[in-house]
């Protein structure tokens, strides 16, 4: 297979290409349906209260059910008694669900994930491809080195020698 924007030559289990970074994962899913992306199904996706509601109801129901039978066993050996407890303990956290379902959460609908386009736009998949490199200079972790122009420069070894023939020739005048 072959990137279909740079051209370089892939594997086909390889993911990204190696010299643009386009998803090539996303371009085997065109090329298999034939040149068309899969559009996602609109609807189905429920809000938060109801996924909470259903959850609810759903451990209410399963905790009465486990209370009949709770309340069975007992009548058959009252020794049973303690199945009572979990199953008491399961109604009240699928009542306590439901109500927090119902009274607490979010009504908007559930966050979908991001749609792919319909269409590749020129023949190229950007949302696809991999984010920009993130750099942040090495100046940032080092610490900061003396400031070379406050420093006074060392004494050549000529200056030295220089005084001392000014000094010789200040005697001899």
Known sequence: MFCPRCGQQAAEEIRFCSRCGLALGAVAEVVEAGGELARPEAGGGLTPRQKGTRKGLMLVVGGLLSLKA???LTLYKEDLFVFLIPAGIFVIVGVMRLLYGLLLEEHAPAKEPAKRPAELPGGQARAAE???ARTVPAGVYARPGARTSDMAAPPTVTES??????????RRA
């Open 70 to 72: 709770a309340v069975l």
């Open 161 to 170: 020698t220089t005084r001392l023939l000014d000094e010789e020739e200040g």
């Open 130 to 132: 991999l984010p920009p």
